[in-house]
C-alpha cells in the first residue's frame, strides 16, 4: 500500500542486490482492461514492457506496463529505449508525475494474463496496477508480488 516508490524500497529490501530482467518489450495491442485503465481506442497500438525486479537474485516482482504511442513523444522518447533501466526510478524523479489511485487484485492461477515464464506458479498472488502520468501523458503500470517476494 505504500505510495512512494516500489522500485527504491526493492532496492533497500536487496542490500543492493537489485536487476531488471526483460522478459519482453514490443508494440502490442493492450488489453481491453489496459485500454480502459488508459482511455484507449480499441485499435491503439502501445510499448507493453514485461519485466522481472530481482532483490537478492530471486523474482520479487512480475512488472507489466503499458505505455500508450502518444505518450512517447517529446522528451519522453526516452521511454522506448529503458533497457534494464527500472521505469519506477524514471517515473519518481520526475517533477511533472501523478499517479491515479492504486487497483489491487488477487489473481487466482488459472486467470492471469502473465507472461509465459510465470505460468508455473500454482498459488494466487497479489498485484497492484495505477496509470502515471508524466507532463499529463499516461504510463499503466502493473506490479504482481511473485511467492518469493518478502520485504
Same mark, same amino acid.
Given at each position: ?66 505505455? %500508450?504511442?502518444? $505518450? ?12 534494464? &533501466? /527500472? !521505469?519506477? @526510478?524514471? *517515473?519518481?524523479?520526475? %517533477?511533472?508525475? $501523478? ?12 486467470? &492471469? /494474463? !502473465?507472461? @509465459?515464464? *510465470? ?33
Amino acid at each position: 500500500m505504500h505510495p512512494g516508490s516500489l522500485t527504491q524500497r526493492l532496492v533497500d529490501a536487496s542490500d543492493g542486490q537489485f536487476k531488471v530482467e526483460v522478459l519482453s518489450q514490443s508494440l502490442q495491442r493492450p488489453s481491453l482492461s489496459e485500454r480502459r485503465a488508459l482511455s484507449l481506442p480499441e485499435h491503439r497500438l502501445a510499448l507493453v514492457r514485461e519485466v522481472i525486479l530481482m532483490g537478492r537474485g530471486a523474482p520479487w516482482v512480475f512488472a507489466r506496463s503499458v505505455i %500508450p504511442l502518444t $505518450t512517447l513523444t517529446g522528451r519522453l522518447r526516452r521511454l522506448r529505449r529503458l533497457d534494464s &533501466r /527500472p !521505469l519506477g @526510478a524514471l *517515473l519518481f524523479s520526475d %517533477p511533472t508525475m $501523478t499517479r491515479d489511485a492504486l487497483q489491487w487484485a488477487c489473481i487466482a492461477p488459472n486467470g &492471469r /494474463p !502473465l507472461a @509465459a515464464q *510465470l505460468e508455473h506458479i500454482n498459488k494466487p498472488v497479489w498485484g497492484r496496477r495505477s496509470v502515471f502520468k508524466l507532463s499529463a501523458k499516461p504510463i499503466l503500470v502493473c506490479e504482481v508480488f511473485l511467492p518469493s517476494f518478502s520485504l
